[in-house]
Nanobody
């Protein structure tokens, strides 16, 4: 059973930084895609902000976070990270770690197979 456990969320002032972590267990896929999806308070839609092919490090970002957020993966530790810099109030959201089994689409709008429980990020102005 695949499990994704996020950590690292919290409250920060605008301009600050946070690093989210996602510990993955229970899978042996060599070419999975992993990503971060967020849902802002009061909004029904979820937004894919970053996605990575863990086998080779290729990554894509939403325009809203490009240049500020960096996704990375420690293959040995099976841990996904999201470094978030220059945070803005509009980045406030619940952030979910996600995984798509191979063959995966490497897309911000992928049909994710697994989701974590989420970690809250709040950015104040």
């Amino acid at each position: 059973q695949v499990q994704l456990v996020e950590s690292g969320g919290g409250s920060v002032q605008a301009g600050g930084s946070l690093r989210l972590s996602c510990a993955a267990s229970g899978y042996t896929y060599g070419r999975a895609c992993m990503g971060w999806v967020r849902q802002a308070p009061g909004k029904k839609e979820r937004e894919g902000v970053a996605v990575m092919l863990t086998a080779d490090g290729r990554a894509y970002y939403a325009d809203s976070v490009s240049g500020r957020f960096t996704i990375s993966h420690d293959n040995a530790a099976k841990t996904l990270y999201l470094q978030m810099n220059s945070l803005k109030p509009e980045d406030t959201a619940m952030y979910y770690c996600t995984l798509e089994r191979p063959p995966c689409a490497l897309s911000l709008t992928a049909h994710w197979d697994y989701w974590g429980q989420g970690t809250q990020v709040t950015v104040s102005s």
